[in-house]
């Protein structure tokens, strides 16, 4: 599976920016669907995920103001980020995960499979 990130940019606090990822090799429609991002100096951290069955999760920080969703006709998946803050700012990466059971979804090493990652900033 390869995964293709875009829709990065800069943006203003308080502003909303669309992600998407689209995969390609085979169908992802029986993959769980996840974000993470990655700000300079820190590790790669958990944003949300969509479930094969589409339950969702979030991170505290994210949520109420981002939303993830995917289309499996299309094999993509979204996020689109809300009231971003300053502190929203990182490489985005999108991720699937075959095998991983519900409760480990929050850990990149559930994730076999990652995109190239998209620059999101957002300017105070």
């Known amino acids: 599976v390869q995964l293709q990130a875009s829709g990065g940019g800069l943006v203003q606090a308080g502003g909303s920016l669309s992600l998407s990822c689209t995969a390609s090799?085979?169908?992802?429609?029986?993959?769980?669907l996840g974000w993470f991002r990655q700000a300079p100096g820190k590790e790669r951290e958990f944003v949300t995920t969509i479930t094969r069955n589409r339950y969702t999760y979030y991170a505290d920080s994210v949520k109420g103001r981002f939303t993830i969703s995917r289309d499996n006709a299309k094999n993509t998946v979204y996020l689109q980020m809300n009231s971003l803050r300053p502190e929203d700012t990182a490489v985005y990466y999108c991720?699937?995960?075959?095998?991983?059971?519900?409760?480990?979804?929050?850990?990149?090493?559930?994730?076999?499979?990652w995109g190239q990652g998209t620059q999101v900033t957002v300017s105070s």
């Open positions: 991720a699937a995960s075959a095998r991983a059971i519900l409760s480990s979804l929050r850990s990149k090493d559930a994730y076999e499979y």
């Open positions: 090799g085979r169908t992802v429609i029986t993959y769980h």
